[in-house]
């Protein structure tokens, strides 16, 4: 299953490109795992993801919260965590993560490092890398 791509990406524009296998791929998995830095786009790219796929409602990441739910225009459930400030994996046991990770719905994480033992064993792993200018980012997408 392992497949992998490599964008690069020169404005937020560019980032259409990176949704659409995100998109295409969703069939493979419902876990969408996005490394990267403080501020190198991980919320960006899921605004962008959730943008075109029909969610309406103010996409921001649920950094106090833990989990944010998003509805698209077809009424189906997206679920973006944010796990930057959880202590302990107790916490994510907490809010019930198997019943969103294992339940079909999109999932969206942001710093799941953070929850390394609790990631499904397959899962699309997207990792952003800072580029050369303020703009540009290097985005790789892989199957796990």
Excluded at 74 to 102: A, C, P, Q
């Amino acid at each position: 299953m392992n497949e992998e791509r490599i964008f690069e990406i020169n404005n937020i524009e560019d980032l259409s490109q990176v949704s659409d296998l995100l998109i295409e791929w969703r069939d493979k998995s419902n876990i969408i795992a996005l490394y990267g830095t403080m501020g190198a786009g991980k919320t960006t790219l899921i605004k962008n993801l959730c943008k075109k796929l029909g969610v309406q409602d103010e996409v921001n990441s649920p950094t106090f919260a833990l989990v944010n739910e998003y509805q698209t225009d077809t009424l189906d459930s997206i679920f973006h965590f944010d796990f930057y400030r959880i202590k302990s994996l107790e916490e994510v046991f907490d809010i019930g993560y198997e019943d969103y990770f294992y339940g079909g719905s999109l999932c969206l994480l942001e710093w799941p490092e953070l929850i390394d033992p609790l990631m499904p064993e397959h899962f699309i792993k997207v990792e952003i890398t800072l580029g050369e200018t303020d703009t540009s980012r290097r985005i790789k997408c892989s199957l796990l």
